[in-house]
Each structure stands twice: as C-alpha cells, then as structure tokens.
C-alpha cells in the first residue's frame, strides 16, 4: 500500500505544475509560390548563390591546380610503391624511398642542368651579333632586310639589351618581378611536393573511405575499376617517363656529335620539357636549339632540324603505339584528348587528359556496353 501510494503521488501533477500552451494566433494561408514576385525572388536568389559560388571557385582555382597536379603525381608514383611492397618493404618505408629518390632527382636537376643552362643562355646573348651578321650573307634574308629591315630592328634592340645587361630584369619586370618569381615558383614546387608526399601516403585510405559510401553489393565492383583506374593513370605517368627518357637520349648522344657543352645537362632539361605534352618539346627544342646558335649558325640549324624530325617520329609512331599498349587506347584519342584537355584546362588539362580518356574507355568497356548488350 505504501509503494501504490508513492506511484501514485509521483505520477499525480498538481495544477500549478500544468503549462499552458502558448496561443500564437491563427494559421495563416500558405504562401503562393506561383506569384511572380515568389518565383522572381527565389530565382535571383539562386542566381546570386550562383554568382557567388563562381567567384569563389575562381578565386581559389590556383589552389586546386596545384590539388589536382599533387594527386596526379602521387597516383603516377603510386605503382612504383606497390612494386616496393611486393619486396617486403610497408608502405611508409615503400614512401619515404620513392620520395626520397624524387628530392634527389629534383636537386641533382638545380645543380647539374640550371648552372650550364643560365651560361649558355649568357653565351648565346654575347654571340648573338656576330649570328645576325651571318644571317645578312644569306642574299634572301639580306633582300628581306632591305625591304622591312628586321635584321636591324633585332640588332638594334640585342644592342640595347646587351649594353647594361637588363635583359632577366626586364623579362621578368624589373628586380621586384624577378625576386617575386623565384618564391613563387620555389613555394609553389614545395607545396606540390608536400600535398603528393600527404597523398601518396594516405591514398589507401582515401580509397577505402570512397568506397564506404557505395552501396555493399557494388562495393566489390566499384573497387576493382577504381584500382584499374589508378593502375591506368601510373601506367600513363610510367609512358611519360619512358618517352621523356627516349628524347633526353637522343638530345644528349645529338649534343655530342655537334660538339655541344654539357650535352648531360641539355639531356636532363629536355627530360624534364618532354614530361609536358603539347608543348614540352616546343620548350625542349627552343632551349637546345638557341645553345646550339650560341655555337655556329649551321649548327643551330641542323640541331633544329633534328629535333624537329624525332619529334614527328615520337608524335605519330612512337608515342600512338607506347600509350595503345600501356594504356589501351587509340592513337588518335590520344591526340584529341590531349588537345580538349590543353584546351580546357592548359598544362594541368594535358596532363590528365590521357589517363582521364583511359578511364572513361575503361568504365565504357566494364559498364556502359555490357549494360546495353543486356538491354
């Protein structure tokens, strides 16, 4: 009887104790959202949000460039760390050798190639005189002279350059310009470093939590063509490589027959120019062939004329039939691809368009055909 009266008393509330609902006033009609001022208003205000949003992506597209650089390195230097790991070693070790090999390629590259490049480029300024007074013995260039007067007008300008040795500081907008370009590029090339040594290392990770937000049942399947995916971009990246190798051979065995100096040190710079498509070896044959100018005219030109002649080689018989055999893709999609996506998004748009093409091939050949065979 005690505990009935307990219960009883707990559960009881007194009349003090009861709230009173608040009256707030009577429901009014719902809102007509097929007024026009409802329909102008949520449309300007999305077209606001829109606006904002663009501005704020613009702003930061720097940042992202340098993201999606950083992750297309890692993924090109991921192969070379599982093919670390199938010998025993885990994978930070497996990192810290791939990455440490890296910083030393990048620093033997500061000290071997940049040296002989800045003295050749010095040289090339000095002779460069005497080389538009050999192209005045040519009767055709002589003949153009006359008419528009370039050779002069070049002479004129060289002479004005040489005389107080402005021609670093004016290229890169005065001394300021020049210090400002040094950090950028310094900062920049660190950045890139630390963003594929933090992706590299975690990029088991970030694949296994993609993966957790796929469904179980496709989980299996969506993670063997993102596998094959990240083998295809490191394939792309090893291509790269092996193609970059080949013209850094050819332009280093090419500078010793010409007589050139530091025919290493051109061979590394062209290695790392022919790593750019599109216009890596626009930038590799300029340099090569100015250092060859600084020699003689003739041998400016035949050096020319040489590179020009590998690269058509590299373009339409070497580099088709290495990214169809690695990457398994057409020749001419290769091209394409590499055209929209310089076109779209420059070095970066170049850079992923092959193993970008490779992936949509891929998922084309896993997914959309078998799909519509079964339809």
């Known amino acids: 009887m005690a505990i009935t ?17 608040a009256d707030y006033g009577t429901l009014g009609a719902p809102i007509n959202r097929s007024h026009p001022f409802y329909f102008g208003f949520i449309a300007t205000l999305g077209a606001l949000t829109a606006i904002v949003l663009m501005r704020a992506l613009a702003s930061v597209s720097q940042i992202f460039v340098l993201i999606l650089i950083a992750l297309f390195l890692a993924t090109g230097l991921n192969p070379a760390v599982e093919a670390l790991r199938k010998r025993n070693l885990s994978r930070s070790a497996a990192v810290t050798v791939i990455f440490s090999l890296v910083i030393l390629f990048v620093v033997f590259f500061s000290f071997v190639v940049i040296p002989p490049v800045i003295n050749q480029g010095t040289h090339l300024i ?105 083998a295809r971009v490191g394939s792309f990246v090893g291509s790269q490589i092996v193609i970059a190798a080949m013209a850094a051979v050819f332009v280093t065995i090419l500078s010793t027959i010409l007589g050139l100096p530091s025919p290493v040190a051109i061979g590394m710079f062209v290695l790392v120019a022919a790593l750019i498509p599109l216009i890596g070896h626009f930038i590799g044959a300029g340099v090569f062939t100015l250092i060859a100018l600084s020699q003689s005219l003739l041998i ?32 001419a999609v290769t091209i394409i691809a590499a055209l929209i996506g310089s076109s779209l998004l420059g070095l970066v748009g170049g850079l992923l368009a092959v193993p970008v093409a490779a992936s949509i091939i891929l998922i084309l050949d896993e997914v959309v055909i078998p799909r519509a065979n079964n339809a």
């Not at 590299?314 to 020749?331: A, F, Q, W």
């Open 5 to 21: 009266a307990r219960i009883k008393k707990a559960t009881t509330r007194s009349p003090k104790a009861e709230k009173v609902a």
């Open 126 to 230: 000095e002779n460069a005189p005497q080389l538009l007074q050999d192209l005045m013995k040519n009767e055709t260039i002589k003949q153009l002279n006359t008419q528009y007067g370039l050779i002069d007008t070049l002479q004129t300008r060289l002479n004005s350059i040489t005389s107080d040795g402005t021609l670093l500081i004016s290229t890169f907008g005065g001394v300021i310009g020049v210090g400002k370009s040094v950090l950028s590029g310094f900062f920049t090339a660190l950045t890139i470093l630390v963003l594929t040594l933090y992706f590299i290392t975690s990029l088991p990770q970030a694949v296994n939590l993609g993966l957790s937000l796929v469904p179980a049942s496709r989980r299996d399947r969506v993670g063997l063509l993102t596998n094959a995916v990240i």
């Open 300 to 331: 400016g030109i035949v050096a020319f004329v040489a590179y020009v002649v590998y690269v058509q080689i590299e373009n339409y018989v070497v580099t088709p039939r290495i990214m169809k055999r690695t990457l398994s893709v057409p020749g």
